[in-house]
């Protein structure tokens, strides 16, 4: 096949947080990256209230200077939640309000710097070719242009240009939001007999407000003033009911949901292209960035050396199936300590278990569908297992797992139990099965960490056997 100047290794369809954390990530492993962005940047975007733990990918991308230095918002919580009166909540560790399209420009900038090919006002036109050597039709503002590829990542978001296959995770849930010209230096939440209020100070002085609602109790009525009511039967929003600018109520879908077509041969769908959150938790960029991480890992599993497609995807797939299952639980909890009664069928529709219905029937969806949700950590077991004499529990299994080792994913041996939420090979940075390999020869727990002291510093082999103690992976002999 011919070459071109132009040809890449991955190209990547979508700027945003996701886009630009697996560009840059696969530009620090050494691969040529393109880098599609639809919108000319900066674009405006919603979703400003980051969480803190952002900030540790941002220096693993190197990047975490820049972004804290774009100017950001960050207040007192007020919560009405589990009762009808607004209780004070802890602001430490809380999240920061930033302008998106400011943060998603220094990600794009970025990607640009470390040397990756970036495009504004460009998308892909067509696909051809086969997995390992695309040819990507790019429209740009010059024109058509066709690249050679050997993979694509698809992060463009919710509304996937690609018509993937999108199952929801939950009841429908629609979004109103609007911004006022001034508001409390706060990030204020609310739960309403109809849905729950969000509002927050944005580092520009204006104030945003969102309601979630189901779109049904909205449909065929004027949303301003829809809105408009909800915030003033409310005690946190009420003074803002008469504050609403005419015609600046806009609206969007916000229904969690993930793809069955997550992963196809060549291609992988990463951020919310993949699987978008209940908004409830304001975590949609750390885990969009966070699951970029984990498409570069697989990409790279894929282009390296002795690439393992079939790997990459298990562990891909496995990922996102467990993501689903995470955030699906954690949702219906906090959904059901809110206090309005179930008689609102808002609220019903989120307490009870939603029944999740694919439309492809595919491999994934049937493997979300098994994902177990993840149960709370089992209770600490007593220190004297560490001097006593101990043996694994019963229903501890070892399998091979695939894990990330080295930026690409290999099969590592793991420790399998109903207590742990999923297989475990490493523990504090040790592989745990030939450290149980040493257990199963001695007695005593306290004489494997003596035996373990000799391969690593004796604070954290002790810190490894009570690891094993607390979830119940040894119990007392006989
Ligand atoms: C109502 C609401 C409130 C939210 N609030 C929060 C919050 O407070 N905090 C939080 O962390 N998260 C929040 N989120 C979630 C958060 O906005 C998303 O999870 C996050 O933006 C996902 O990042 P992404 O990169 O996957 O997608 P996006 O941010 O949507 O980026 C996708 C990019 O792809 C581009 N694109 C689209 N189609 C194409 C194409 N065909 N070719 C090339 N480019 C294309 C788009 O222009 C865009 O730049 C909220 C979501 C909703 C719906």
């Given amino acids: 096949m011919a070459t071109s100047r132009r040809d890449t290794d991955v190209v990547v369809l979508g700027a945003g947080p996701a886009g630009s954390c697996c560009a840059l990530r696969l530009l620090q492993l050494g691969y040529r990256v393109t880098l599609v962005e639809r919108a000319r940047f900066p674009r405006a975007q919603i979703g400003e209230s980051l969480t803190p733990g952002i900030a540790g990918i941002l220096d693993l991308l190197g990047v975490r200077a820049q972004a804290d230095a774009l100017p950001r918002m960050a207040g007192p919580a007020w919560l009405v939640w589990e009762h009808a009166d607004p209780a004070p ?3 430490a560790g809380a999240n920061a309000m930033v302008d998106r399209a400011s943060f998603d420009d220094v990600l794009f900038r970025a990607v640009a710097a470390r040397g990756g090919r970036c495009l504004q006002a460009a998308a892909m036109a067509g696909l051809s070719g ?8 790019l429209a740009t503002a010059h024109g058509i242009e066709t690249v050679g590829a050997r993979f694509v990542v698809d992060a463009t978001g919710r ?5 993937a296959m999108r199952t929801p995770t939950a009841a429908p849930l629609l979004a109103l ?7 409390p230096c706060a990030h204020l939440v609310e739960a309403c007999p109809d849905g729950w209020l969000w509002g927050a100070a944005r580092p520009d002085g204006r104030f945003r407000i969102m309601a979630f609602a189901d ?6 009525r004027d949303a301003e003033r829809w809105l408009a009511a909800q915030l003033a039967r409310s005690r946190l929003f009420a003074v803002a009911a008469g504050a609403l600018r005419p015609g600046a109520v806009h609206a969007c879908a916000a ?5 069955e077509a997550a992963w196809q041969p060549g291609v992988v769908r990463t951020g919310d292209a993949a699987f978008c959150i209940d908004p409830l938790s304001s975590s949609g960029v750390e885990k969009a960035l966070r699951f970029s991480l984990q498409a570069a890992v697989a990409v790279h599993t894929v282009l390296a050396d002795a690439g393992d497609e079939n790997l990459a995807r298990t562990f891909y797939e496995h990922r996102l199936a467990e993501s689903v299952a995470t955030h699906r639980a954690w949702a219906q909890r906090y959904y059901r300590m809110a206090w309005p009664d179930d008689a609102s069928p808002f609220w019903r529709a989120r307490r009870e278990d939603f029944v999740m219905t694919p439309k492809g029937g595919s491999a994934l969806a049937r493997l979300v569908a098994r994902t177990p949700v993840p149960a709370p950590g089992p209770a600490a077991a007593p220190g004297m297992l560490l001097r006593g004499e101990v043996r694994r529990c019963d229903a501890l299994d070892i399998i091979d797992e695939p894990c990330v080792v080295d930026d690409r994913v290999q099969l590592r041996r793991a420790v399998a139990h109903p207590n742990l939420p999923r297989p475990v090979a490493f523990v504090e940075g040790a592989e745990i099965v030939p450290l149980l390999d040493v257990l ?24 490894i056997a009570a690891w094993l103690c607390e979830q119940r992976l040894v119990r ?3």
């Fill in 177 to 183: 939001w609007t911004d006022l010209d001034r508001g």
């Fill in 255 to 259: 229904t969690p949901a993930f793809s």
């Fill in 130 to 137: 086969a997995p390992g050597a695309w040819q990507v039709r």
């Fill in 159 to 163: 509304r996937n240009s690609g018509g």
């Fill in 476 to 478: 007392a002999a006989g």
């Fill in 440 to 463: 199963a020869a001695v007695p005593r727990l306290e004489t494997a960490v003596e035996l373990w002291s000799y391969r690593m510093p004796p604070a954290r082999a002790a810190r």
């Fill in 89 to 91: 909540r802890a602001a």
């Fill in 215 to 220: 779109p049904a109790s909205v449909r065929g």
